[in-house]
């Protein structure tokens, strides 16, 4: 039995995950990050549009800082994230950008002087201080009151993984490429690691470790037609899941982010919009503005994706083979922005599509995004039921997002949360030895050596490929954008029938090593699994909120949903998982449920919120000299690591 | 684009050196065309219906990430923006990536190579400072210009073709190629980055180096995302020229 022992060991190799892997090494924690690709293949790169940071050098950035962050964040997840939790963030983003910037993200600046961009359809002066000149510039984004996505180009995913990984390397933290995890290593409610398999040599081995940390992404490929790369199946979420004893939160919250390419499903990013493009139908009228008067095409992507899906069942959309669909225009941005800011959209427009997009209208459709659920973690990033497991970033329900993230947020989160969560990895292997028994590793070992052995030896049975093309058929269908209960009672059954097929997988290519099919038969199984809990958890959840859409019950329900889905699979032998709820504390909050001020508000509201209104209120009346930081630490304290306390500056502002 | 969708031939090579007693050979597969295919839909419907033990490299299937560099018909570029429209005759072959260690069929294995590239020619702002930087203050200002340069040079994704294109690399098996001198031009041009014009001879001031470049431009011609390979192996050149 091959045994690999580390302190701390990462699964994933993304931004989220080489930055835990860095803050265990410069904690002098040894670390190993494993992957299934090269580090900079990760899915993080693909991130287009930028990282939202509160540091309001542009002019339309005056005004901003962690505040108005932290709301329009709390807005975005319709009041179901954990506040603590997205202040820590708000809090951190401003100093994980500039950390970034000292580490060589070329972020774009602030030009001063005077510069045409295109605000409403139309072209508008705006003048940049000189005092600003050469800080990091932001743009416009969906859902957020300033321009605060920091950028550079619609690279920003790439330039920011290539400073990640050359920081890593520079450290000489160990990326060890081609390696799967199959199943965490667990004793007595304590992780230990997990079991890898090679997937060049097919060999498994043990990783023993006294933190393990899964960020590994998001689940989007349960979907047919998804932006998400090829490797975001989510294993690393089934694999806590298998445990039966981690437990996975609002798994049912997938966002459907408005603007991919028709038919293939490849991101164009929000920023074409955050810089001026718009959203027409077949008769290139643009329809946003009757729908969201207020924010337009910038409302918080769940809105829009739901708005175009609307707009498209009234018959306004431009029919096609592949159905119908809507079109994103930036002709009106011009060439030259085109090209400097918006490149890598233009790119995929002319390889994916045959178009130039400066001249030619592109072909949207609304389409899996995001993963908002994931693992469930506390505010130090680990597990609140299996000890020494941790997540960070997409595959982490850390809960910054609630029931819905804001563009900008995702890239924003993988960093802040690798800084935080890995601050707190490192203070647990400082506290935590290994007390595993060789008994232990080896038994799982043997666990996962016989399901291979089985997959092998079985003579005739299903095509992992098919089912998986089934189940992705599946959640399209009947778990997308608008949901209802008999869309879901159905999805949910047929999803049964698909997990009991799922256990006679057979293959064609029997061989151990090296071998697609196997990797495939593999992970269907587990992926069919996380369908189950994202579909059993919409089905049950009967509110509308963020972007979990129920045509037949449209209201969000504070009184009776405000709450976070937990989901464990205690009995592998079930057909489906069990779910528990955690209540969200309106009494804690700082900023209390209200309306996201789109379309009309008709929240069945929690008996909580007028309390606590007026709590904060009485408040703010008896501490009338209080700043917004003692305001903030009166009504929602953190935990953060104390090195992340600090104020954050801004230019014209100081430390205010 | 035909509706009917024609039949499309795909030459393959395949060899699992995993597999004991495996010969290298080309295998011919055919594939009915779909509107908008693309190298990537083709290579997993063989893989999903004809061959399941057939072995490529997708993550992105975007044009971003730089997995899917492959030989197409005799020119290396990235297979998943790859349209088989393109190809008048229906005719597709399929070659790895030379230049790389095979893992198997057209699966090579970059991510070894680009990390030894990345230690080899330092990959990372040199300055004692940079972990110190204090991030609640201000950051370092940059003219907006240098930061687009930079941005410019750093759009490169690591695919490997400028690398199998490159005749020099093919006599010179320890030769940097393109692929490292744009990375290095890249510090070369940051300032955050303090490394002297000396310590950057020390890594390419070889034949190994910027001086073994036989000017042939491979690279510049297959780099699937336009980098100035020609403009930045003579400045490297240049400025190397004038250290001693």
Not at chain 1, 56 to 76: I, N, Q, R, S
Not at chain 1, 533 to 557: F, I, M, Q
Not at chain 2, 144 to 152: G, K, R, W
């Amino acid at each position: 039995m091959k045994v690999i022992y580390t302190d701390s060991l990462v699964i994933g190799g993304g931004l989220a995950g080489l930055r835990v892997a860095i803050a265990s090494m410069q904690r002098g924690v040894d670390t190993i990050v494993l992957s299934l690709i090269p580090a900079k293949r990760s899915h993080s790169a693909a991130a287009q549009g930028g990282m939202q940071a509160s540091l309001g050098a542009c002019v339309k950035g005056d005004g901003d800082d962690e505040d108005v962050h932290f709301a329009d964040t709390v807005k975005g997840s319709d009041w179901g994230c954990d506040q603590h939790v997205a202040r820590a963030f708000v809090n951190t983003a401003p100093k994980a950008i500039r950390q970034l910037a000292a580490w060589g993200v070329p972020w774009s600046r602030v030009r001063q002087g005077d510069h045409e961009v295109v605000i409403n359809g139309k072209k508008v002066t705006l003048t940049e201080k000189a005092d600003s000149h050469g800080l990091i510039m932001a743009r416009d984004f969906g859902g957020t009151k300033k321009w605060r996505t920091c950028f550079t180009s619609d690279g920003a995913g790439h330039t920011m993984l290539y400073a990640m990984d050359n920081k890593a390397i520079q450290m000489g933290i160990p990326v060890h490429e081609r390696k799967e995890a199959l199943a965490l290593i667990h004793e007595d409610g304590v992780c230990y690691g997990a079991i890898v398999r090679d997937l060049i040599t097919g060999e498994l081995i043990a990783y023993v470790a006294k933190a393990t940390t899964i960020a590994t992404g998001g689940y989007g490929r349960l979907y047919a037609i998804t932006t998400n790369s090829v490797v975001s199946e989510g294993i690393g979420n089934a694999i806590a899941l298998e445990t039966g004893i981690a437990t996975l939160g609002n798994m049912e919250a997938v966002q459907f982010h408005p603007t991919a390419i028709v038919p293939v499903g490849i991101l164009t990013t929000e920023g074409c919009r955050g810089d001026g493009g718009l959203l027409l139908d077949k008769d290139e009228y643009r329809f946003m503005p009757d729908y969201e008067p207020e924010k337009k095409e910038l409302a918080s992507r769940d809105v829009v994706s739901r708005r175009m899906t609307e707009h498209m069942r009234k018959g306004k959309g431009v029919p096609s083979r592949y159905g119908d669909h809507l079109w994103l225009d930036i002709r009106l941005l011009g060439r030259k922005h085109i090209e400097k800011n918006l490149r890598e959209v233009k790119e995929i427009c002319e390889y994916f599509l045959g178009i130039d997009p400066v001249e030619a209208l592109i072909p949207v459709r609304p389409t899996q995004h995001y993963s908002m659920g994931g693992i469930r973690t506390n505010a130090t990033g680990e597990s609140p039921t299996l000890q020494g497991l941790f997540a960070a970033g997409e595959a982490a329900c850390w809960d910054m997002h609630g029931f819905n993230r804001l563009g900008g947020n995702s890239v924003a989160e993988t960093v802040v949360a690798g800084m935080i969560v890995g601050e707190y990895v490192a203070d647990y292997c400082g506290a935590n030895a290994v007390n595993i028994s060789t008994t232990t590793i080896q038994h799982f070992m043997k666990r996962e050596e016989k399901k291979i052995t089985a997959l092998l030896f079985r003579d005739f049975g299903e095509n992992p490929f098919q089912l998986k093309a089934e189940m992705q058929k599946i959640m399209m269908d009947d778990v997308g954008i608008f949901r209802n209960a008999a869309d879901l009672e159905k999805a949910v059954e047929e999803l049964k029938v698909l997990n009991q097929r799922a256990k006679r997988i057979a293959l064609r290519n029997r061989i151990s090593s090296s071998n697609p099919e196997l990797v495939e038969a593999i992970r269907v199984p587990k992926m069919i699994k996380l369908a189950q809990c994202v579909a059993y958890g919409a089905l049950l959840r009967t509110e509308s909120r963020g972007a979990h859409s129920r045509e037949d019950y449209p209201e969000r329900n504070d009184r009776d949903w405000l709450k976070r889905t937990l989901t464990t699979w205690t009995d592998a032998s079930a057909d489906l998982p069990e779910l528990t709820y955690e209540d969200l504390d309106v009494m804690k909050m700082e900023l209390p449920p209200g309306s996201r001020g789109y379309g009309v508000d008709n929240t069945f509201h929690h008996p909580d919120t007028a309390k606590r209104e007026q709590e904060i209120e009485a408040l703010k009346r008896d501490n009338p000299g209080a700043d917004r930081f003692e305001l903030q630490e009166m009504l929602n304290p953190i935990t953060i690591p104390d090195k992340f306390k600090g104020k954050n500056e801004r230019i014209g502002r100081g430390f205010k | 684009m035909n509706d009917q969708g024609r039949i499309l031939k795909f030459q393959v090579f395949r060899y699992n050196p995993q597999k004991k007693g495996d010969k290298p050979r080309m295998v011919t597969y055919e594939v009915t065309e779909a509107p908008g295919m693309t190298v990537f839909i083709a290579l997993n419907d063989i893989r999903e219906h004809q061959d399941p033990s057939f072995q490529f490299d997708f993550v992105c299937r975007a044009g971003i990430c730089g997995s899917c560099a492959m030989i197409i018909n005799g020119q290396p570029t990235l297979a998943c923006r790859t349209l088989t429209s393109t190809y008048e005759n229906g005719e597709i072959k399929l070659l790895p990536l030379p230049g790389f260690e095979l893992i198997g069929d057209l699966s090579v294995n970059t991510g070894k190579f680009m990390r030894a590239m990345s230690e080899r020619v330092e990959s990372w702002i040199h300055d004692a400072d940079a972990d110190e930087v204090d991030f609640h203050r201000l950051e370092e200002r940059m003219d907006p210009d240098v930061a687009d340069q930079i941005y410019e040079l750093e759009r490169c994704v690591e695919c490997g073709c400028c690398v199998s294109a490159c005749a020099t690399k093919r006599m010179r098996p320890d030769f940097l190629s393109a692929v490292g001198f744009v990375r290095l031009a890249r510090y070369a041009l940051d300032p955050r980055d303090k490394r002297s014009d000396e310590e950057f001879y020390e890594i390419i001031g070889d034949d190994d180096g910027v001086f073994g470049c036989m000017t042939l431009l491979g690279c510049e011609d297959y780099c699937p995302k336009d980098l100035p390979h020609q403009t930045q192996i003579a400045y490297l050149r240049r400025k190397m020229a004038l250290v001693r």
